[in-house]
């Protein structure tokens, strides 16, 4: 176990590592921030030290071992933006996202598992056909789409949910909702193929011949043996939503997390604060790849030390 | 079935009543951006203001028209000297953490923002603040560079801070200043909360709090207000007028225009510059795109209150057909013309320029559109060398005095203009240092009719600020756009 | 971008069956035919997925020739005609069917013009991701070894790459266009490609029909063009196509969010994003195209996933077997007969 956990660790180190040269390299390729960050009427020599205050000015092997240094020591910097440190207001708006991210794929998880056993229970049956079709019809709607109508009928129509911001429990459904139907279709379609699987195996028909109770078989020995593939699904969709997914829905619902801040970053030429956001989110997903392979060995011992 | 649902929700949202706030005398105010810091002196930025305005105050203020008028200061400042201006403060007043405002406040004040350690975004403003220096308690004197006839309009912008508050570490991010409204918490990414200060030396404000959320999207905040959500919302599009609750469209700060080259180009003949003012309805544009909420621009850059407006001057008429000959007399009919533009930066910047090439190719030229990324539209901007014949700008003018506008687009050292007329450079240098006000008024008078005549740049609009309202809220907006909370109330 | 059909880790929560490639030795003709003829009536005994292979059918058609069907030029402004609604509401006309935006251009000319932007964009990430993907893979699982191991590390490592927000960046620092669109989605897109390839190939390195192919002295690249890419091709194809719905919608978002299509080229997804200002004045702009990207999205799925029942054969004996126990007649049938 140790050896699989310091086999991941330095895996992701390297993930981590990589990154950072993608950033790097990235950013020295960009325009002119100097031009961009200074009002119209600034001075040449403003404009001079301004590139010094950036490090622009020095050979670029130096520039990445400072790079590099920084990212070590997880400071970026200030925001070219809001002129303080851009870890700060990493700090700040971190768990905004984390509460989206848990609550969506929570939200998803606890629809779509009970939803997915009940398509499987009758193939091909009316139940499953409509769970199909809706959850097609699910993957197919756009995100941003489905959030500015969600905004239009429950906050601005029926008046029940606010349109955006943070705030109390309210304020998450809508968002959540919007960043859940994705995975929540995904994740239904994974658990109805997992369960019809389970459900056409031998050890069903011996214990149903043996007179378990029919919600003992599927609920108790189907779904445990149908839990890895369905857990290793529902880990994948939290990656997913905390590497960068949340952007769409936070933007649709101005909800304050790192999507949003990266794409106000974008919009004002802040690279300082962009790049940070992307070094911490590579981290963030390192860190979860890392938990998720642990768990998944916990419960599963026979997965690969070397997981694919 | 989903056009359904948006059809009913449109005539819903047409139909909205807004539920009512928690507290009466509460209100909630969206703006389109979070500030990056509540220094009263660090940043150039509109989130910053729209909050600050309440907090702090300054020396000179202006009534809703624009017109200057006292703040802080007892009585008219007086020119002492061609480099110094003194200026007596109303006595008793105090910060809100109860250091007392006096003369020593100014200096500390002007001192900071002249600090190049401070590096404040705001000193374009203040280019000529050299110093201040105590009198007494309640006389200060404020020291220029050189010659500054409108130091008095430059300080209707500066805030004046508490020395002792403004050394404190947190003092970026809980404000201290005079005004009616003192702060009170801040939540990052989300909200700030402001309340009414008791012991104002003025009158005190009818709205007890404000809480200020950050909405980029305008159509966020437009959802947000019909949803009953928030009182007020800026920068309304003026398509929504008519579905909000209340909507209050003023005049602003802002006037698109078209910076024609006079110096190279087809655009060198004065002929073809005037025949491409004459081919733009600009009426047109002011009722259709922006349904109403814009002035035809007056030929001039300048607003009806600002110093150096020329009243004899006026807007180019729409006329196709002296637009057309005076182009076929200049043997320019069907000739290519760029025009240079960006898009997202302004209120309808696309639009506009599409609009305005629209009317040109009408007009017999032929128009090559190229719009630009912000960062590369600054490129061609700044590009004195190679600059296009024409070239799409927003200028706004926050002293509502000529020299801003005028420097920096009429004067041929100016970074936005493309002309090489030296007795404009002249007139507006002039201007910028002489204290004689009806010398300095005559002198723009003119350099307006120069630049008119002269057709530098395609005058088009003066855009309004429109705020969309809930029902409850009274306010009359001003033509800075400031929005003072002591300004407004709530019926019920 | 938001909404994979498939996320990259789709291989290790599904292994990839391999389908002993029978015929793969032998392609006769009338084997071939036969094929096609089933693939066909097995088309037509799945509703949804002929519907949607009929829109997808239409779509391209009004793409190829959207500047003879639009009825107007899509960029042609009238600001007088501005935000006018369809047809069937007050102050509609036949001249804009579904209406005009806030410029005054014709939203249904904007949509058919839009459906060259998304299939496009779709097409050219599926082939260039696809194409360097699969290349890729061949050789990884070919060549074996340390090219192997070279190979999956650096699959692996991009796998862990917060790679939506890598390609915002990359838009930002290169400026987003049509084809930066493509490069960037396909950046983030190939490594699927690879793994599936991969493991196709190394499942069947060791089958003994490659073993003796190789074995009579066959060159490798007849080994790979006879018999390992026609066991490759069912698992690719619908691959490819969930990657194509995934790209679709995440062109979209992209544009959506100001990173995609520049104007004035016309996308829906940029379409949806200009309209939302006006969401409260002029629902149909945002409608339409929103439903012209669930509607296409739609039509792709359903083909896949008609296709992956298809061209799996698991999947497909659970279908025969549930279509047997479901219709008594067709059981009946199929007794006389015998499957297949």
Same mark, same amino acid.
């Given at each position: 176990m140790s050896r699989f956990v310091v086999h991941r660790l330095w895996q992701g180190v390297i993930v981590v590592f990589c990154v950072v040269v993608v950033v790097f390299v990235l950013t020295r390729l960009i325009g002119d921030p100097v031009r961009v960050m200074l009002p119209l009427e600034a001075t040449a020599d403003q404009r001079a030290l301004f590139e010094a205050q950036l490090g622009l000015d020095r050979p670029i092997w130096e520039q990445f071992l400072v790079f590099v240094g920084d990212a070590v020591a997880l400071d970026f910097g200030d925001s070219l933006w809001q002129r303080r440190p851009a870890m700060e207001i990493i700090a700040e708006r971190l768990p905004a996202t984390l509460i989206l991210t848990f609550s969506a794929i929570g939200l998803a998880v606890v629809v779509a598992v009970p939803l997915g056993i009940l398509a499987a229970l009758k193939p091909e049956g009316l139940f499953d056909r409509v769970v199909v079709l809706v959850s097609l019809i699910g993957l197919s709607v756009p995100q941003f789409w489905l959030g500015l109508l969600f905004i239009v009928l429950f906050a601005v129509q029926l008046g029940w949910l606010p349109t955006s911001g943070r705030g109390g429990v309210e304020h998450v459904i809508l968002p959540a909702l919007t960043l859940a139907i994705p995975a929540m279709t995904r994740i239904i379609m994974v658990v109805r193929s997992t369960m019809m699987d389970e459900l056409n195996r031998q050890y069903v028909k011996t214990l149903r011949a043996k007179g378990l109770l029919e919600w003992q078989v599927v609920g108790v020995h189907a779904l445990r043996n149908a839990a890895v593939p369905v857990l290793t699904l529902c880990g994948w969709e939290l990656i997913r939503a905390l590497s960068g997914y949340t952007v769409v829905v936070e933007t649709v619902f101005a909800w304050p997390g790192l999507g949003l801040t990266a794409i106000q970053a974008i919009e004002r030429q802040d690279l300082i604060l962009l790049q940070a956001i992307v070094f911490v989110t590579a981290i963030i997903v390192v860190a979860v790849n890392l938990i998720l392979d642990i768990v998944y060995k916990a419960i599963d011992p026979r997965i690969e030390l070397k997981a694919a | 079935m989903m056009s359904n649902w948006l059809t009913a929700a449109v005539c819903a949202a047409a139909l909205v009543t807004v539920p009512m706030a928690a507290h009466a005398q509460d209100i909630v105010i969206a703006i389109g951006s979070e500030p990056t810091t509540l220094d009263p002196h660090a940043a150039d930025d509109g989130g910053e203001k729209a909050v600050n305005d309440n907090v702090y105050e300054t020396l000179m203020t202006r009534d809703a028209d624009g017109n200057l008028d006292l703040g802080l200061a007892a009585d008219w400042p007086m020119q002492i000297d061609p480099t110094t201006w003194e200026f007596t403060l109303r006595p008793g007043i105090r910060f809100h953490n109860g250091e007392p405002l006096n003369a020593e406040a100014v200096v500390f004040s002007v001192e900071r923002m002249i600090d190049p350690d401070l590096n404040s975004e705001q000193l374009s403003y203040y280019s000529t603040l050299a110093g201040a220096e105590a009198v007494d308690e309640l006389t200060v004197r404020i020291l220029t560079s050189g010659p500054d006839p409108i130091l008095p309009a430059r300080m209707y912008y500066f805030m004046i801070a508490p020395p002792g508050a403004s050394t404190h570490e947190d003092f970026a991010e809980a404000p201290v200043g005079t005004g009616p409204y003192r702060f009170v918490s801040w939540d990052r990414g989300s909200e700030i909360v402001l309340e009414a200060n008791p012991d104002y030396w003025g009158d005190v404000p009818a709205i007890d709090g404000v809480t200020y959320r950050f909405i980029e999207e305008s159509g966020t905040r437009l959802s947000a207000l019909l949803a009953g959500e928030v009182d007020l919302i800026t920068n309304l599009l003026p398509e929504f007028m008519e579905q909000v609750p209340q909507a209050a469209s003023q005049r602003g700060l802002e006037h698109p225009i078209v910076i024609l080259n006079a110096d190279d180009g087809v655009t060198a003949d004065v002929r073809v510059r005037q025949a491409l003012n004459y081919a733009i309805d600009k009426e047109a544009m002011a009722a259709v795109l922006f349904e109403g909420a814009a002035q035809v621009e007056q030929g001039q850059l300048l607003g009806p209150t600002y110093f150096g407006f020329n009243p004899a001057i006026t807007a180019y008429p729409y006329d196709p057909e002296l637009a057309r000959t005076l182009l076929e007399d200049a043997g320019a009919l069907g000739e290519e013309i760029t025009l240079v533009s960006t898009a997202g930066r302004w209120l309808k910047d696309r639009e506009v320029t599409e609009v305005v090439a629209g009317f040109w190719q009408a007009a017999g030229m032929d128009v090559d559109v190229q719009i630009y990324e912000f960062d590369e539209y600054l490129t061609r901007l700044f590009d004195r060398e190679t600059r296009a014949e024409a070239i799409f700008v927003v200028s706004g003018n926050e002293l509502l005095d000529a020299d801003r506008s005028f420097s920096a687009y009429y004067s041929m050292d100016g970074f936005g203009a493309s002309n090489s007329f030296t007795e404009l450079r002249d007139w507006i240098d002039q201007a910028r240092t002489e204290t004689d006000l009806p010398r300095r008024q005559a002198l723009y008078h003119e350099a307006v009719a120069f630049a008119h005549e002269q057709a530098i740049m395609a005058w088009l609009l003066n855009i309004n600020n429109i705020w969309g309202m809930s029902a409850r809220l009274q306010w009359q907006p001003r033509v800075d756009g400031k929005m003072f909370v002591s300004t407004m109330s709530v019926t019920e | 971008m938001s909404q994979d059909v498939d996320l990259p880790a789709a291989s290790t929560v599904e292994p990839v069956k391999v389908e002993p490639a029978a015929d793969g030795l032998r392609a006769e003709a009338p084997l071939a035919e036969r094929r096609a003829e089933s693939i066909w009536s097995e088309l037509l005994a799945d509703i949804p997925g002929l519907l949607g292979a009929v829109f997808l059918a239409a779509l391209v058609i009004v793409a190829l020739f959207a500047p003879w069907i639009a009825p107007h030029d899509p960029a042609a402004q009238n600001i007088i005609l501005?935000?006018? $609604?369809?047809?069937?509401?007050?102050?509609?006309?036949?001249?804009?069917?579904?209406?005009?935006?806030?410029?005054?251009?014709?939203?249904?000319?904007?949509?058919?013009?839009?459906?060259?932007?998304?299939?496009?964009?779709?097409?050219? *990430?599926? !082939?260039?991701?696809?194409?360097?993907?699969?290349?890729?893979?061949?050789?990884?699982?070919?060549?074996?070894?340390?090219?192997?191991?070279?190979?999956?590390? &650096?699959?692996?490592?991009?796998?862990?790459?917060?790679?939506?927000?890598?390609?915002?960046?990359?838009?930002?620092?290169?400026?987003? /266009?049509?084809? =930066?669109?493509?490069?960037?989605?396909?950046?983030?897109? #190939?490594?699927?490609?690879?793994?599936?390839?991969? /493991?196709?190939?190394?499942?069947?390195?060791? =089958?003994?029909? &490659?073993?003796?192919?190789?074995?009579?002295?066959?060159?490798?690249?007849?080994?790979?063009?006879?018999?390992?890419?026609?066991?490759? !091709?069912? $698992?690719?194809?619908?691959?490819?196509?969930?990657?194509?719905?995934?790209?679709?919608?995440?062109?979209?978002?992209?544009?959506?969010?100001?990173?995609?299509?520049?104007?004035?080229? *016309?996308? #829906?997804?940029?379409?949806?994003?200009?309209?939302?200002?006006?969401?409260?004045?002029? #629902?149909?702009?945002? =409608?339409?195209?929103?439903?012209?990207?669930?509607?296409?999205?739609? !039509?792709?799925?359903?083909?896949?996933? #008609?296709?992956?029942? =298809?061209?799996?054969?698991?999947?497909?004996?659970?279908?025969?077997?549930?279509?047997?126990? @479901?219709? $008594?007649?067709?059981?009946?049938?199929?007794?006389?007969? @015998? $499957?297949?």
């Open positions: - | - | 501005r935000l006018r $609604p369809p047809v069937w509401m007050d102050g509609g006309s036949w001249a804009h069917i579904l209406g005009t935006d806030h410029l005054g251009r014709d939203v249904l000319s904007r949509i058919l013009h839009g459906s060259r932007i998304s299939l496009l964009v779709g097409l050219g *990430t599926v !082939a260039l991701a696809g194409g360097f993907g699969v290349l890729i893979g061949l050789i990884a699982g070919y060549a074996g070894g340390r090219t192997d191991a070279f190979i999956v590390a &650096v699959v692996d490592i991009q796998i862990a790459f917060p790679g939506l927000l890598l390609a915002l960046m990359i838009l930002a620092v290169v400026g987003p /266009s049509t084809m =930066t669109v493509i490069v960037v989605l396909a950046l983030n897109g #190939w490594m699927v490609y690879t793994r599936i390839t991969r /493991s196709i190939v190394l499942g069947l390195r060791h =089958t003994a029909y &490659v073993e003796a192919a190789e074995m009579v002295g066959c060159r490798p690249g007849r080994v790979l063009w006879r018999h390992l890419l026609p066991n490759l !091709a069912s $698992p690719l194809l619908t691959l490819a196509t969930l990657e194509f719905a995934r790209i679709v919608l995440a062109e979209a978002a992209l544009s959506f969010l100001g990173l995609g299509v520049q104007p004035p080229a *016309t996308s #829906w997804g940029l379409d949806v994003a200009q309209g939302k200002d006006y969401m409260f004045r002029a #629902w149909w702009l945002v =409608t339409f195209p929103g439903i012209a990207i669930a509607l296409t999205v739609l !039509a792709i799925n359903l083909v896949a996933s #008609w296709s992956r029942v =298809t061209s799996d054969p698991l999947e497909r004996e659970k279908r025969f077997a549930r279509r047997i126990i @479901g219709s $008594p007649g067709l059981r009946a049938r199929m007794l006389a007969k @015998g $499957p297949s």
